[in-house]
Nanobody, 117 residues
Framework: QVQLVESGGGLVQPGGSLTLSCVGSGFDFSFYHMNWYRQSPGKAREFVAKIVSGGTTTNYADSVRGRFTVSRDDARNTVYLSMENLNAEDTAKYYC??????????WGQGTQVTVSS
């Protein structure tokens, strides 16, 4: 069955960096656009970044543009989110996602990122 497994979260100081990974299985990973979302307690889940199939185009939320980079390695069925210059507002649980056939959305279990001194 379809699975998305995120990893790489943790505690980081303000100004620090982290790289998240998401490994997909059970579907043709290279065919789909892949997304990263995040959710903080009490807030709605929000879009962070997208990379299209083939990796030629990326999109970012205004709040992360210039600090975050999304990339993919289709040979490893993995999408990455490299995060730099992190601040407290980046504290959230980060999820990878794709929209499959018939507009069904698939989500991983998430990985927690906490930015704190």
């Amino acid at each position: 069955q379809v699975q998305l497994v995120e990893s790489g979260g943790g505690l980081v100081q303000p100004g620090g960096s982290l790289t998240l990974s998401c490994v997909g299985s059970g579907f043709d990973f290279s065919f789909y656009h892949m997304n990263w979302y995040r959710q903080s307690p009490g807030k709605a889940r929000e879009f962070v970044a997208k990379i299209v199939s083939g990796g030629t185009t990326t999109n970012y939320a205004d709040s992360v543009r210039g600090r975050f980079t999304v990339s993919r390695d289709d040979a490893r069925n993995t999408v990455y989110l490299s995060m730099e210059n992190l601040n407290a507002e980046d504290t959230a649980k980060y999820y990878c996602n794709f929209e499959g056939v018939r507009a069904q959305n698939y989500w991983g279990q998430g990985t927690q990122v906490t930015v704190s001194s």
